[in-house]
């Protein structure tokens, strides 16, 4: 598909070059297109954008499917992942929680929300420049779980969405932690179990949710 529209693309832009080429279409002694000229170079033009824009919406339709290709593979890979990351050794003394930095927050949900166990989590940040990565921590367990990697917009808000815990009820009732942080100090991957809260540049507060 994509030859097709790179060559009407060609082809239009050749119309165009060809108007101060002929005599039939450019009138040299009087410097003005002709009629002829006028309708080639309506003709090079539309080729070259209606080609464009079909080329741009291929493009959306293949990032489309991209997205939807990613999406199914997270909705493979949490939910298999969630058990090994609850079943995780209990914390002797869970380590403080950071202390926010103001520069990134978290807008929705309240503290104290209940939540399904796929929940959005909604916020933002002073730049939308900045790499975004959520954490969700189950209270007594020792896993913290990144969570998929956030999409900042350009006013700096961002929503995204977590897992918390298993599918079914056997999580039903627990509380878990959800920090937002930005520039962590080491890379960060998706789906990765770290034993603690990762260090990073600007963290925002943290909200305990209730997994209903």
Same mark, same amino acid.
């Given at each position: 598909?994509?030859?097709?529209?790179?060559?009407? !693309?060609?082809?239009?832009?050749?119309?165009?070059?060809?108007?101060?080429?002929?005599?039939?279409?450019?009138?040299?002694?009087?410097?003005?297109?002709?009629?002829?000229?006028?309708?080639?170079?309506?003709?090079?033009?539309?080729?070259?954008?209606?080609?464009?824009?079909?080329?741009?919406?291929?493009?959306?339709?293949?990032? !489309?499917?991209?997205?939807?290709?990613?999406?199914?593979?997270?909705?493979?890979?949490?939910?298999?992942?969630?058990?090994?990351?609850?079943?995780?050794?209990?914390?002797?003394?869970?380590?403080?929680?950071?202390?926010?930095?103001?520069?990134?927050?978290?807008?929705? %949900?309240?503290?104290?929300?209940?939540? %399904?166990?796929?929940?959005?989590?909604?916020?933002?940040?002073?730049? %939308?420049?900045?790499?975004?990565?959520?954490?969700?921590?189950?209270?007594?367990?020792?896993?913290?779980?990144? !969570?998929?990697?956030?999409?900042?917009?350009?006013?700096?808000?961002?929503?995204?969405?977590?897992?918390?815990?298993?599918?079914?009820?056997?999580?039903?009732?627990?509380?878990?932690?959800?920090?937002?942080?930005?520039?962590?100090?080491?890379?960060?991957?998706?789906?990765?179990?770290?034993?603690?809260?990762?260090?990073?540049?600007?963290?925002?507060?943290?909200?305990?949710?209730?997994?209903?």
């Amino acid at each position: 598909m994509n030859i097709y529209l790179t060559i009407a !693309q060609t082809i239009g832009a050749i119309a165009i070059t060809l108007v101060g080429l002929r005599r039939d279409t450019y009138d040299h002694e009087r410097r003005r297109v002709t009629r002829r000229g006028w309708i080639l170079l309506m003709i090079g033009a539309l080729t070259i954008a209606i080609s464009t824009v079909v080329k741009d919406l291929e493009a959306e339709k293949t990032k !489309q499917e991209l997205l939807q290709r990613l999406d199914d593979l997270r909705e493979r890979c949490y939910p298999a992942l969630a058990p090994q990351v609850m079943k995780a050794p209990e914390e002797i003394s869970a380590p403080a929680a950071p202390s926010p930095t103001g520069k990134i927050r978290i807008t929705s %949900p309240p503290d104290k929300s209940q939540l %399904p166990a796929r929940a959005y989590i909604e916020g933002s940040v002073f730049s %939308p420049h900045l790499k975004v990565w959520m954490i969700v921590h189950a209270k007594e367990v020792s896993s913290y779980w990144v !969570q998929p990697a956030v999409t900042v917009r350009e006013d700096g808000t961002w929503k995204v969405m977590v897992y918390l815990g298993r599918s079914g009820d056997i999580d039903v009732g627990r509380e878990f932690e959800i920090l937002a942080i930005a520039n962590p100090r080491k890379e960060l991957f998706e789906a990765e179990v770290l034993d603690g809260w990762p260090e990073a540049q600007w963290r925002s507060q943290v909200v305990t949710v209730i997994r209903k």
